[in-house]
């Protein structure tokens, strides 16, 4: 009773570095390596919830269906998106149970292939632009989009893609199983890359979508429904900064909501990198989190100790 609840997003990258070839053997080390720190929260009695992304595993399930294309029918986007849930939760899982094993824990650890559900009339449905997969040329990429249904967009020179959307999760469906979960004190592993995309047809029914969900828009949101108290986003800086990269650039360590608000509106964090990471933990804060802490990996043990990462409250 009364303990803490936190929720841990790893980065896909923190399994599967770009740098990789990502054999299933080196995603193995590094998730080995990952949950060595996040036994750190096992150790000071939190409960906990993770989510992690997918990016690199589904990119690799994309690039296996385009290789197989004439030979095996494709899978849709959302069946590779639960297949690289189902993948990586398994090596979580097994990684996080064996470091419990060693610890003579006897908590344990669970995966929810997780869908997310969606607004059937969210823009990003009509105007896809999540670009996804191997990169083709024009000739090559509109013979596949009419042969497979697929959207295609120009990335740069000679560079076409397929698109897919990427709307807003509203709601994460088994939200009550997880939360009884996390609270009875197992070691749940939800939200993987997102979640899968899906909306109820006008039957009630669910239909899942070929999209992407914001994985740190879910995983916010996860942390809103499981009323965890703090909300850890593990990415490759060991801290957020002001002018990053730049000749002025200054390291942020304690901060408030209202002050990040401010250089997000001042353009400090990249788009395509922390912005999202910055719009998580202010929605975070807005509903029931009282802390937020943005750093990497190495530096978890320090960062629960108040010695290390960006700490944002209210």
């Not at 009695?45 to 030979?71: D, F, K, W």
């Not at 064996?98 to 669970?110: F, H, I, M, Q």
């Amino acid at each position: 009773m009364n303990k803490k609840t936190v929720i841990i997003a790893l980065g896909g990258n923190a399994l599967s570095p770009k740098s990789e070839a990502g054999t299933i053997e080196q995603q193995f080390r590094h998730t080995r390596n990952s949950l060595k720190s996040v036994m750190h929260f096992v150790k000071k009695n939190y409960n906990i919830c993770i989510t992690h992304g997918n990016g690199p595993q589904v990119g690799a399930e994309l690039s296996r269906n385009e290789i197989s294309m004439n030979i095996i029918p494709p899978l849709p986007l959302n069946v590779l998106v639960a297949n690289t849930q189902g993948a990586i939760g398994y090596m979580i899982q097994q990684s996080l149970q064996n470091s419990l094993y060693s610890e003579d824990s006897k908590r344990e650890v669970a995966t929810f292939i997780s869908q997310m559900k969606v607004d059937s009339n969210d823009e990003s449905l009509k105007n896809p632009s999540k670009f996804i997969g191997k990169i083709f040329s024009e000739k090559e990429a509109f013979k596949l989009g009419k042969k497979y249904g697929w959207d295609i967009a120009k990335q740069e020179d000679n560079q076409w893609r397929r698109v897919v959307p990427s709307p807003n999760p509203l709601y994460i469906f088994n939200g009550k199983s997880i939360k009884h979960l996390v609270d009875f004190g197992t070691i749940v592993i939800a939200g993987g890359g997102g979640g899968i995309p899906a909306y109820n047809k006008k039957n009630g029914n669910l239909k899942g979508i070929d999209g992407v969900v914001d994985k740190d828009k879910s995983s916010a949101l996860l942390g809103r429904i499981i009323k965890a108290n703090e909300y850890f986003i593990i990415t490759d800086v060991d801290n957020i900064y002001l002018n990053y990269n730049k000749d002025n650039q200054q390291k942020i360590t304690n901060t408030t909501a209202d002050e990040i608000k401010k250089w997000l509106k001042e353009g400090h964090f990249g788009i395509g990198s922390m912005e999202p990471k910055i719009k998580s933990a202010l929605y975070f804060l807005k509903y029931h989190g009282k802390k937020v802490v943005i750093t990497s990996i190495d530096k978890i043990e320090e960062a629960l100790n108040n010695n290390a990462g960006t700490h944002i409250t209210n």
